[in-house]
């Protein structure tokens, strides 16, 4: 990998966008890597992935002044993005982006992408896009709605403001604002202890959430019943209710 670090202890996967000098804007190359570790990501046995930033900052957004960028057509560029995208989407696998320094345009967009957002006090995001004189991509136009509501996701793509951590997580963006001398050891644990949970039930709980907004409610009832009856077949759920039994923590193999 010329643009990512791709780490991996006990299950977990760190992803670390690599280009400080450009604060981790996406050039061409990493659209590339990151499709393929996403690609690689959705068939493997990993737990947990962590995405984040290198150099003190998250992603600064699509280098758009990439000097040796491939000559393509916009819309085959976009294409690219929006597989990246929709792979870290449907990764099975819990996700965690843990946010220091600027996440703009983009950025924005792979951050609220993950399952989990941890930041510090001293990040920062942006919508940039309309002050780029671009429309909003990375599938905030997607995300934005449904989680903040329709007039506040107005008002955060219209204006492009850069906010505060404070002021994101005022606005339900993210799960926890951590100190920066104690964001890697809270990260940690919250990737280990989903690393140590049951990767199946996980997986399912994970998608179901993610179709929860374009799922009739009969449907949502239908989906729980199934998974649940792929839970209750697994050596998870055994090991689990036999764990319980004995007073002790599960060790879940994801079988």
Known sequence: MQTLQVERSDGIVTITLD????????????????????????????????????????????????ADAPRVHQLAAMRRVNRVIQALHDLPQPTIAKVTGVAAGVGVGLALGCDLVVATPEARFSLIFAKRGLSLDGATSWLLPRLVGLHRAKELALFGDVLSAADVDALGLLNRIVPADEIDA???????????????????????????????????????????TINFGTQDTIEAITAFAEKRDPGFTGR
């Open 19 to 66: 280009r400080p000098e450009k604060r981790n804007a996406v050039s061409s190359q990493m659209w590339a890597e990151l499709q393929e570790v996403a690609t690689e990501l959705a068939t493997s046995d990993d737990r947990c992935v962590v995405l984040t930033g290198a150099g003190g900052a998250f992603c600064s957004g699509a280098d758009l002044w990439e």
């Open 186 to 228: 809270f990260v940690a644990d919250w990737a280990g202890r989903l690393a140590a949970g049951p990767p199946i039930a996980l997986a399912m709980t994970k998608r179901m959430l993610n179709r929860s907004f374009e799922q009739p409610f009969e449907q949502a009832l239908d989906d729980e019943a199934r998974s649940q």
